[in-house]
């Protein structure tokens, strides 16, 4: 069984650094490709222990939110765990999530995902009518994700995720599938660990619907022919945000009273240039914690930077535990964010 299991976590891995040698790279142009990616609620990270240290978490992930930033990260629980989390995002959009990942003992782990982002009806105006026409319409986005994850050997674990994805807008939708890869490494040499992520490699996503669709006169030259043929306008698919992210953690503290883990991930995505993301968390007594981190280093054009964290864990109806946290992102000009998540472990 562990023989077929390393067969298998041999061949996931190889595949896992074919993708991330054809990712594009932005090192020989100076072009960021920055709005070039279809379904942008794909970057918007979950947990809010993660966002509070600075979205520095692919080698660090170990609880539920791993769903989202390594799915390598669920082989790691020894219990089985649900989130919840809700807020509001930018431009006043509403972000909304809830997680669960269970643990199958010797046969790895498996978890589900969904996140939503929509926000109030808007108002539809056009040219002849830039004060509203009196109709409204809707936006939002949708994403539905199933994990597995294994433990390849006593350090190494593997995970995969499938997800669906949808937005729509008015009349309008589009629909696509992507995948994850994540894997974790713990060295057991001083309280060093790492972590890598392949994210959204998938189909390109283009908007089709009723909106699209328009009258034509195929042929103005003739008289009394259909001058209401029924045609559609074709858009242009775009991709998804693909990002590699690799991280490393570091426990530079540790004893019966409080811990200290720094963490720093790089990131290379294909609709920007690369950044660093650097964090910490210093917890007391396992039970309350207070983070910080900064986001978009070496980014020359972004807004903000700076996040902190706090979270409390206790104990509730016997064995379930519960994870309270809150992290604050500052997103400079367009204000800040400030989101709290609920984890139950049982």
């Known amino acids: 069984m562990m023989q077929i299991r390393k067969t298998v976590g041999l061949i996931l891995f190889s595949i896992f650094f074919i993708l991330l040698n054809t990712a594009p ?8 490709k920055s709005g070039t990616t279809s379904a942008a609620f794909l970057e918007v990270g979950i947990g809010a222990r993660a966002m509070g240290m600075g979205g520095a978490y692919v080698a660090l ?3 539920v939110s791993a769903l989202y930033w390594n799915p390598a990260g669920i082989a790691e629980m020894q219990s089985s765990s649900v989130l919840f989390e809700h807020k509001e ?3 006043e959009i509403n972000f909304d999530v809830a997680a669960i990942a269970v643990s199958l003992g010797d046969l790895g ?12 009806d808007l108002a539809e105006r ?3 009518q830039p004060e509203g026409t009196g109709n409204f319409f809707s936006v939002g986005d949708i994403a539905l994700g199933l994990t597995y994850s294994t433990k390849l050997t006593d350090r190494f674990s593997f995970g995969i995720t499938a997800k669906y ?7 309008m939708k589009a629909d696509g599938f992507a995948f994850d890869f994540g894997t974790q490494f713990d060295t057991g040499l001083w309280g060093v660990q790492f972590g890598a992520a392949f994210t959204n490699f998938g189909t390109d996503m283009r908007l089709g619907g009723k909106d699209a669709l328009i009258l034509v006169d195929i042929d103005k030259e003739k008289f009394g022919n259909n001058e209401r ?5 074709k858009t242009d698919a775009w991709p998804l945000p693909l990002t590699f992210q690799a991280g490393i953690a570091k426990k530079v503290l540790a004893n019966n009273h409080s811990k200290l883990l720094i963490v720093s991930d790089f990131i290379h995505p294909t609709n920007n240039t ?6 910490f968390e210093y917890s007391a007594k396992n039970s309350l914690f207070l983070r910080g981190g900064y986001r978009g280093l070496l980014l020359e054009d972004t807004e903000g930077g700076l996040s902190l964290g706090a979270g409390l864990v206790t104990r509730f109806l016997g064995n379930v535990k519960m994870n309270i946290d809150f992290a604050y992102t500052d997103f400079g000009r367009l204000q800040n964010v400030q989101q709290f998540s609920l984890i139950l472990e049982f």
Do not use: R, Y
């Open 25 to 32: 790279s932005h090192s020989q142009s100076t072009v960021t």
């Open 61 to 63: 992930a170990n609880d």
């Open 89 to 91: 995002w930018l431009a």
């Open 109 to 120: 782990s498996i978890g589900a995902m969904i996140s939503v982002l929509n926000m109030d």
């Open 126 to 128: 056009t040219i002849d």
């Open 165 to 171: 994805i949808h937005q729509k807008i008015s009349q």
């Open 229 to 233: 043929v029924e045609g559609q306008l």
């Open 274 to 279: 690369e950044s660093i993301n650097l964090g």
